[in-house]
T-cell receptor, first 111, second 118 residues
Framework: GEDVEQSLFLSVREGDSSVINCTYT??????LYWYKQEPGAGLQLLTY?????DMKQDQRLTVLLNKKDKHLSLRIADTQTGDSAIYFC???????????FGSGTRLLVRP | GAVVSQHPSWVICKSGTSVKIECRSL??????MFWYRQFPKQSLMLMAT?????????EQGVEKDKFLINHASLTLSTLTVTSAHPEDSSFYIC??????????????FGPGTRLTVT
């Protein structure tokens, strides 16, 4: 079945690194995504990774994928207060537009 | 580019009335649009997928007659909540996908519509 899980909450100090974790169950996932949602707003795509990749870096963001353990992580370097939001991981099914979202991790950045 | 708008951003209606929410892709043609529902502090639940000119495909447990979806053009999809009840109160988010996407199967999300049924 399709199931994506995330820890619910993470609190870090400004300037530290944040690591948000996600596990998924469907091994046929082709792409995995990280979205950011600010209060009362829609979702913004931050980055994505193809399932045959191990790592992807994009400025302050680093995505690590362990396909064997079906574990995905998002590392935010030098976390800023503007990074406070809810972060969702999502997987897409093979040859499909359908996205399965995790429960979301609320990131709080303390000054 | 790839901007999706929703209207209204929030609406309050009385129980038993119907409410229509619009989702528009402003600068691209959306071949596929999605409607999600999000409860407070929870994830997005996909309600239905619609392709332009076709009937929507509803997820299991979503009532087709309750949530009417129309995708009549490549830039507009509407969700009508019929005979709304307080339990329909939620945050409704649409997304759109088309050939302009930067990431594979990428969906561009609207800002959401908060519906409150009294």
């Amino acid at each position: 079945g399709e199931d994506v899980e995330q820890s619910l909450f993470l609190s870090v100090r400004e300037g530290d690194s944040s690591v948000i974790n996600c596990t998924y169950t469907d091994s046929s996932s082709t792409y995995l995504y990280w979205y950011k949602q600010e209060p009362g707003a829609g979702l913004q795509l931050l980055t994505y990774i193809f399932s045959n990749m191990d790592m992807k870096q994009d400025q302050r963001l680093t995505v690590l994928l362990n396909k064997k353990d079906k574990h995905l992580s998002l590392r935010i370097a030098d976390t800023q207060t503007g990074d406070s939001a809810i972060y969702f991981c999502a997987e897409s099914m093979r040859s499909s537009y359908k996205l399965i979202f995790g429960s979301g991790t609320r990131l709080l950045v303390r000054p | 580019g790839a901007v999706v708008s929703q209207h209204p951003s929030w609406v309050i209606c009385k129980s038993g009335t119907s409410v229509k929410i619009e989702c528009r892709s402003l600068d691209f043609q959306a071949t596929t649009m999605f409607w999600y529902r999000q409860f407070p502090k929870q994830s997005l639940m996909l309600m239905a997928t619609s392709n332009e000119g076709s009937k929507a495909t509803y997820e299991q447990g979503v009532e087709k007659d309750k949530f009417l979806i129309n995708h009549a053009s490549l830039t507009l999809s509407t969700l009508t909540v019929t005979s709304a009840h307080p339990e329909d109160s939620s945050f409704y988010i649409c997304s759109a996908s088309g050939w302009q996407r930067e990431a594979p199967y990428e969906q561009y999300f609207g800002p959401g519509t908060r519906l409150t049924v009294t």
